[in-house]
């Protein structure tokens, strides 16, 4: 097993760990506010969408979106805790952090020798040898797949959104991956009508659909399976 796989296998796990976490805590902060154990202050902090975006926040980190992470845990600590804090003069500081996270990412990004592409600016690109590696945080990315046989994708996306286009291309493979871990973001993917497009993506407040207008007679020896992660994303497949 390649280091690739390795690190998806530990994206799912963790996902599934944090996904029962929440469940499990939850059930205890309800169950201890019917019980008068949890007073209504601490049960109404720790349950708000406040707390919710911190603990987003920490999952990215350990999924090192550094920047994403930061953002989230920022914006749900500041509106977590109280104005006498000071926070109401110096939240312009937030947005300054913000910004020179931004520029180090960039910069971090052009020192890089890596594969991946800068997407601040929205770019269409070729596949490399039918395979596609896309890491989108901030802005938008086109990929059209122009290679004779599509291999797979590698999409990860932070604030961002991705287009892969698979019109051009068709498939080899009994079984073609397209691995995802989007958070607040959208893919929209165009593929043909009879491809057998199937989606094991874990969802976390998000939504997969499949738009197409599909033919009446679907490839059965070749498979495309969506798999990964989205929090607060959605993906549309599109003909």
């Known amino acids: 097993m390649n280091a690739f796989h390795v690190h998806r296998g530990w994206q799912h796990k963790l996902n599934t760990i944090v996904t029962a976490a929440v469940f499990i805590i939850a059930g205890l902060l309800f169950l ?22 911190i603990v987003i926040g920490i999952v990215q980190l350990l999924k090192r979106n ?89 999409l990860d996306i932070s604030f961002g959104s991705i287009v892969l286009d698979l019109r051009r291309t068709k498939l080899e493979d009994e079984i073609t991956y397209i691995d995802v871990d989007a958070s607040f973001g959208g893919i929209e993917i165009f593929a043909p009508s009879d491809w057998n497009i199937l989606v094991e993506a874990g969802t976390t407040l998000s939504g997969v ?30 003909s």
Request: hydrophobic letters at 40%; aromatic letters at 10%; charged letters at 20%.
């Open 32 to 53: 201890g506010r019917n019980l008068g154990i949890v007073d209504p202050h601490t049960f109404h902090t720790l349950v708000s969408w406040q707390m919710l975006l």
């Open 66 to 154: 550094l920047m994403a992470g930061l953002i989230l845990i920022a914006i749900g600590s500041y509106f977590l805790l109280p104005a006498s804090y000071g926070l109401g003069t110096y939240w312009p500081v937030l947005l300054i952090l913000i910004g020179i996270g931004i520029l180090f990412k960039l910069g971090k990004r052009k020192d890089s020798h890596s594969h991946h592409i800068d997407h601040y600016m929205e770019s269409t690109v070729k596949g490399n040898d039918g395979y596609v590696k896309s890491d989108v945080s901030f802005g938008g990315a086109k990929h059209i797949v122009l290679d004779p046989v599509f291999k797979g994708a590698d």
């Open 209 to 238: 659909q499949d738009k197409r207008l599909l033919s009446p007679q679907i490839d059965q020896s070749h498979k495309v399976i969506i798999r990964g992660s989205l929090t607060f994303s959605g993906v549309e497949i599109k």
